[in-house]
């Protein structure tokens, strides 16, 4: 199970990330969740929106003269209380799979958070999770967000 | 379809030569030329006068650096018979090529030029596995320019059935290779490429009978190679000459295709630093530079090429003792000069090529900030080589640095670029923005 993220990449300098940002508003991509990841060279904006949205995303990206990308990861609602978080890492920890990057959506799903995880080894991670009951969360239910 | 790797030798007396034998024939046929030069060609002898240069100087391949150089531009000056040495009846057969603006250069060939030159390309040919059985289809073009005859007269002296179609008319090219079981093909490489993509799409690669291919008048690359012979199922092999030295067949590639042998009986290959113009050991890039041992219509003496390349004296599996000189990897005319360090834009981009399976756009900046030559490469980073990793971007920026540090010899600042972020220029691409004023 996974959900696509798109990531792009930015050179780092003033307005590069609201030039991307109004690319995507004016052709009416929700955003559902972003994070930028920088270096003192360059930047790297990932986000999630839905799925359907996905390639004429790319397509949109490409055209305006980005490097972007399409990626599997994964998502999963983590009740909202403390500990939460903590829990689904311990989990991952055991079974031998380590996290590249973390973060979490805007949108909370019935008082729960949702977070968008890069693992060294999806399938393994997705496995140990759902043996643990912890939710992982599909594309289709991001669809419907 | 591709052929056992046999190799085939069209002259082992010449080419399987041991280097010392060959070393005092080309040291005999020198001392030959350099007279012949000295007493027929008045430009040549006043330049060996302003030295302080006498033919009996020249004993041996070692005095070779005593001598002047020659270039294109005197070709140019001395056009059309100025720098004959042999009397214009003797003079058979005129070829060179247009040039871009102005004069054209010109070459006069006796019978004995003719003949060497023909010799060379029978040489290449069967290196590339020619003979008798063979249907040669020769596409380079007829005329002035030294690649349709050339490639005719060497693939008759093997004794094979030769096609003239000269370049151009890819319809008619097909239908005769497809008729005709055509095996070896002589043209460009860019040419090639395009009548194997057309054979392709007009799903007629079935009907093929090709083997292999000599391709050279232009420089190709080793990615080049792989498509062409993927898209024609054949052994390409490489074939390099200039009209100034006999035309094309003063270098081939035998099927082991790894650098071309130089028909060392008949030229002497030098690399030299093309600023301070010494001569480089073997391996060092550098300019090519030719000196004709054997042409008797119009010699030249240490020609230079403008060509970057290496050259190797390493064994070759084929047989052939001959040193090998590597692809054209550039023209001394791009050359910079960073730290006192020669650097070629094609060796950074060689660096580039095969990064993630592509070759990106980039470009050279070069700067000097507290007298100090500091170089930056632009790259532009292509779908290929994103990742939404920052740790796998970064790897891949030192990657190339590391590349770039042990292939030129200087550290440079990489920087990843968005796509078509770069400038392109019309026609020649300009990559080299050098901000170091040093005019
Ligand atoms: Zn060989």
């Known amino acids: 199970m996974y959900i696509s993220q798109i990531s792009v990449y930015l050179e780092n300098e003033k307005g590069s990330l609201s030039r991307l940002t109004s690319l995507l508003g004016s052709h009416q991509m929700d955003i559902l969740a972003m994070t930028i990841a920088d270096t003192a060279a360059f930047g790297i904006a990932r986000f999630i929106i839905r799925e359907e949205s996905i390639d004429p995303c790319l397509a949109i990206l490409q055209q305006a003269g980005y490097s972007a990308r399409k990626n599997k990861v994964t998502c999963v609602r983590v009740e909202n209380e403390p500990g939460g978080l903590n829990r689904v890492l311990e989990i991952l920890d055991r079974a031998g799979v380590s996290i590249e990057y973390l973060y979490s959506f805007n949108y909370t799903s019935a008082g729960n958070a949702l977070l968008i995880l890069r693992l060294s080894d999806r399938e393994a991670g997705v496995a140990a999770l759902q043996k643990a009951k912890v939710t992982v969360v599909s594309k289709e239910e991001i669809g419907a967000l | 379809m591709k052929q056992p790797k046999v190799h085939k030798i069209y002259n082992p007396e010449a080419e399987c030569m041991d280097r010392e034998t060959r070393r005092s024939l080309q040291n005999k046929r020198l001392q030959e030329t350099v007279k012949l030069e000295y007493e027929r060609v008045p430009l040549y002898r006043a330049r060996m006068d302003a030295r302080g240069v006498k033919p009996e100087d020249i004993k041996t391949v070692d005095d070779l650096y005593k001598l002047p150089f020659m270039e294109k531009t005197d070709l140019r000056d001395e056009f059309p018979f100025g ?66 005859l050339g490639a005719h007269q060497g693939a008759d002296r093997v004794g094979a059935m030769v096609v003239p179609m000269s370049s151009g008319n890819t319809q008619r090219q097909i239908m005769m290779m497809t008729e005709l079981g055509s095996t070896m093909l002589c043209c460009t490489p860019s040419y090639a490429t395009y009548l194997g993509e057309t054979v392709n799409d007009m799903g007629l690669k079935d009907k093929l009978k090709l083997k292999s291919g000599c391709f050279g008048a232009e420089p190709w690359t080793e990615e080049m190679r792989q498509k062409l012979e993927s898209l024609l199922d054949i052994d390409a092999c490489d074939i390099y000459g200039l009209t100034e030295i006999g035309g094309p067949g003063v270098a081939f590639e035998c099927l082991e295709k790894h650098g071309m042998h130089v028909n060392e009986d008949h030229v002497l290959a030098e690399i030299i630093d093309p600023v301070t113009e010494k001569p480089l050991p073997y391996g060092t890039p550098g300019e090519l530079v030719f000196t004709t041992l054997t042409k008797t219509g119009m010699p030249m003496l240490r020609y230079r090429t403008h060509d970057i390349c290496t050259l190797t004296d390493e064994p070759c599996a084929c047989g052939r003792t001959t040193i090998r000189m590597s692809r054209i990897t550039g023209r001394t005319d791009d050359m910079l000069i960073i730290r006192g360090v020669n650097v070629f834009p094609s060796q950074i981009e060689a660096c580039l090529v095969d990064l993630e399976g592509v070759a990106p756009f980039y470009m050279l900046i070069v700067d000097r900030i507290n007298s100090t030559d500091k170089l930056e490469v632009q790259v532009e980073m292509t779908e290929e080589m994103f990742s939404d990793k920052i740790g796998e971007i970064e790897a891949l920026r030192s990657k190339i640095a590391d590349r770039i540090k042990s292939v030129v010899g200087i550290s440079a600042k990489v920087q990843l670029v968005p796509p078509k972020s770069l400038p392109r220029s019309e026609g020649k691409a300009k990559r080299i923005i050098d901000n170091r004023n040093l005019h």
């Open chain 2, 83 to 148: 720098l004959l040495a042999a009397p214009k009846r003797d003079i058979i057969r005129i070829q060179g090529s247009s040039g871009t603006t102005g004069k054209p250069i010109v070459s006069g060939y006796t019978q004995n030029d003719v003949d060497v030159w023909t010799e060379m390309v029978a040489r290449a040919i069967t290196a590339a596995g020619g003979g008798p059985d063979d249907i040669v289809q020769v596409c380079y073009g007829y005329g002035l320019f030294t690649g349709g």
